[in-house]
Structures are given as structure tokens and as C-alpha cells.
């Protein structure tokens, strides 16, 4: 059975920090790895896929690593600003038996303060 | 293009009563699911569904859970009688594929609550 962890649980940085998010599977054989920004009361916004294929993924100031071997992946976020204080979940897709099943994280809270 | 579309946002019931959740996924989308948040938690699928089969119900408290997806569009999901413990968010996502290269997009989901 897949487990997805994440790891620091909430994060308090100033505005304009580099920060990393870390996330943790335990079956490496998964077919991608999303991450997903959700704001408070409202759904998820999918922010970036790789595939298992792919080592990392880029859109704008967010960078996406994959490290199938040793079961990570991390989510950089440059220039932190005040809009993106979230809650950041990734997940697995697939591992074992789960084709086609995303596996959640608990998620990192994430505050940037002016 | 609209997204993922839930109704009701909110719905707040007596314990023992019946309640059901609407989604209308992207149009094209033929993978939908419904995923159940607990508060401070990441969503638990609770069923997939490819067209109007459900490929993967292994999660679904079937003794009192229901779950349809008619002509492969629109979803419902229902739960008789509903429980204390049920108290959630209930979330519906559709992809244009089952695994693999394709994202999952997501409602906002339907907060209940079971007084």
C-alpha cells in the first residue's frame, strides 16, 4: 500500500525567501507525482505533473524535483510572496496494485508574511 | 473552458438523514472521481469511475454509500443514512485519462457536516 508523507507540516517564512517542500512515497513504482496547491474552503489547483519518467518540472517560480530510486520529490518555490500562503499537497499516482489511484500526503501549511 | 462543477457547496444534516453530492466534470473528461477530505488531511479516493463504470469502488463504505455515474457525464454520490463520522469534504476530480501522463482536476468540493 502506498504512503505519501510531507514533511515540515507548516512553514512560516518573510516574503521573498527560497523555500523547499518535501514529499515521501514508499512504493517507487508510480506513474507521476502532482503537486497541488489548495486555499482555504476551496478545492485543489493542480501545479505541476512529472511523469515518472522526467527527473523535474518548472512553471514560473515553482520547480518540481522527482527521485523515483529513493521515493522524493520536492517542490521549490523561489521568491516566496504573501499569495502563496497555502496548504501544498502532493501525490502519488499509482505504486503496486493503485494504477490509475492518487495517493495524498497530509500537506504543508505554508505562511508567507510581509 | 469550466472546471469541475460541485453542488451543493455546503449541507448540514441531522445524523441518520440522507444526503447526495452533484458533479458535472470537464467536458471530453471520461475519468471522474469522488475523494472524501477529512479536516487537516489529504483526500482519500473513494471511487473512480472510466465512462460509467466504476473501475475502482475498493474504498467505498458500501453498507451505506452509494455512488452513479449515468451516461458517463454527470455523478452522484450518495450516503444513506448518514453518520457523526461523516462530517467531510467530498470531492469530485475528472481527467481526460485513467493514469499516467494526465492531471486530475478538482472541484471545490461539498462541506457536510452531520449534527
Known amino acids: 500500500k502506498q504512503e505519501v508523507t510531507q514533511i515540515p507540516a507548516a512553514l512560516s517564512v518573510p516574503e521573498g525567501e527560497n523555500l523547499v517542500l518535501n514529499c515521501s512515497f514508499t512504493d517507487s513504482a508510480i506513474y507521476n507525482l502532482q503537486w497541488f496547491r489548495q486555499d482555504p474552503g476551496k478545492g485543489l489547483t493542480s501545479l505541476l505533473l512529472i511523469q515518472s519518467s522526467q527527473r523535474e518540472q518548472t512553471s514560473g517560480r515553482l520547480n518540481a524535483s522527482l527521485d523515483k530510486s529513493s521515493g522524493r520529490s520536492t517542490l521549490y518555490i523561489a521568491a516566496s510572496q504573501p499569495g502563496d500562503s497555502a496548504t501544498y499537497l502532493c501525490a502519488a499516482e499509482g505504486g503496486g496494485t493503485s494504477y490509475g489511484k492518487l495517493t495524498f500526503g497530509q500537506g504543508t501549511i505554508l505562511t508567507v508574511h510581509p | 473552458e469550466a472546471g469541475v462543477v460541485q453542488s451543493p457547496r455546503y449541507k448540514i444534516i441531522e445524523k441518520k438523514q440522507p444526503v447526495a453530492f452533484w458533479c458535472n466534470p470537464i467536458s471530453g473528461h471520461n475519468t471522474l472521481y469522488w475523494y472524501l477530505q477529512n479536516l487537516g488531511q489529504g483526500p482519500e479516493l473513494l471511487i473512480r469511475y472510466e465512462n460509467e463504470e466504476a473501475v475502482d469502488d475498493s474504498q467505498l463504505p458500501k453498507d451505506r454509500f452509494s455512488a452513479e455515474r449515468l451516461k458517463g457525464v454527470d455523478s452522484t454520490l450518495k450516503i444513506q443514512p448518514a453518520e457523526l463520522g461523516d462530517s467531510a469534504v467530498y470531492l469530485c476530480?475528472?481527467?481526460?485519462?485513467?493514469?499516467?501522463?494526465?492531471?486530475?482536476?478538482f472541484g471545490p468540493g461539498t462541506r457536510l457536516t452531520v449534527l
Open positions: 476530480a475528472s481527467s481526460s485519462g485513467l493514469a499516467g501522463a494526465f492531471e486530475q482536476f
